[in-house]
């Protein structure tokens, strides 16, 4: 594939059209007062009837609505690659690989918990680049050592190596999932540069901005675990907002941490109104939902200034995945016999 061609204009027109099928809030509602097979009926009535159609006759209730919530995720996902071409394939390339730390998060999880592979499947999401095979090798794995062993291939195999150490003998995963977290941000800046214009300065000012509300969840984690980590070992560089010494300091202390947020001069006069969500947060939850309308905020105002460039893309696979795991919410509340109310502060809505 040409490094030079790129289609930003086919794709954009493409993404355009899959962000107007998207659910809205108020579908949001209607699906809190459902149960899990009516909500299978109304994913059916949408754009997730071929996964519903395939996947019913092997699984029934939240397992059918698991399974075809991420089939179909990594269905736009890859459709986003395959209209893609040249520089834009590779940038989307780059932020899809999210989900392989998504992936292998979710394996090492289940390892330690002796979770079963059929489970472990149902929480896979197959759009980053590891191929289906190894992941279904993964899942069969008894131990966390011998996971990272199969993992020699990847990026993520020396990262995962220098903190198993760690992990032996703290016995907490955390060491694991904050190598992981920190091979793909610096994976996904490497060779980026600084632009000062243009799609590309929007890319990266959208990547930093992800850092930074994922150091401000991670703070805000960490001091209400109550365990004796030091900060720095949560901090990921390539961020705005927090240098390691302001994490340090600002750990301890939610108001001083959401006030830091919402004075920046970036986020601050951007995002005005969903940054006020934050101030009013009263849970980690919330602080947590209120952190990811943010960032869905933010890519949409970077979205507007360069409409046919990769932001707009970036925009929209934020998006999906918020309609995905909003539908996951609801179904698995539903299943364990939450209250409308309980459900609803599990979603995040704009």
Do not use: C
Not at 181 to 205: I, S
Not at 230 to 243: H, K, N, S, V
Not at 310 to 334: C, T
């Amino acid at each position: 594939m040409s490094t030079s061609a790129q289609n930003p204009e086919f794709v954009n027109a493409r993404v355009r059209s899959r962000r107007a099928s998207l659910l809205a809030d108020e579908d949001y509602r209607k699906l809190v007062r459902m149960g899990p097979s009516a909500i299978a009926r109304f994913m059916e009535e949408r754009e997730y009837e071929t996964e519903i159609n395939e996947l019913g006759t092997r699984f029934s209730g939240v397992d059918l609505i698991e399974y075809a919530l991420n089939r179909n995720l990594a269905k736009h996902f890859d459709d986003l690659l395959d209209w893609s071409e040249g520089r834009l394939y590779d940038l989307i390339a780059r932020y899809l690989r999210k989900f392989d730390v998504w992936n292998i998060k979710t394996i090492i999880r289940g390892i330690y918990t002796e979770t079963s592979p059929e489970e472990i499947q149902t929480d896979l999401i197959r759009a980053g680049e590891l191929d289906d095979a190894l992941l279904d090798r993964l899942v069969e794995v008894d131990e966390i050592e011998d996971a990272i062993e199969m993992l020699n291939r990847t990026i993520f195999y020396e990262p995962l190596t220098a903190a198993y150490e760690e992990y032996a003998e703290s016995g907490a995963l955390v060491p694991l999932e904050n190598a992981l977290d920190r091979a793909f941000y610096e994976r996904l800046l490497a060779d980026l540069g600084r632009p000062q214009e243009g799609p590309e300065a929007m890319y990266v000012e959208f990547l930093q901005a992800e850092i930074d509300f994922r150091n401000a969840r991670n703070a805000l984690r960490l001091a209400r675990s109550g365990a004796d980590i030091e900060p720095a070992e949560f901090y990921i560089g390539g961020g705005e907002l927090f240098t390691e010494a302001e994490l340090r300091r600002l750990v301890n202390d939610r108001d001083a941490l959401v006030t830091h947020i919402t004075e920046d001069a970036r986020y601050g006069k951007r995002l005005s109104s969903a940054l006020d969500r934050l101030r009013e947060a009263d849970s980690l939850i919330q602080f947590e939902h209120a952190l990811d309308a943010a960032l869905l905020a933010y890519s949409d105002r970077l979205s507007s200034i360069y409409p046919v460039s990769v932001s707009a893309v970036l925009s929209y696979i934020l998006a999906k995945e918020r309609e995905v795991e909003n539908i996951r919410a609801i179904a698995r509340g539903r299943e364990v016999g939450l209250s409308e109310e309980e459900i609803e502060t599990e979603l995040v809505v704009l």
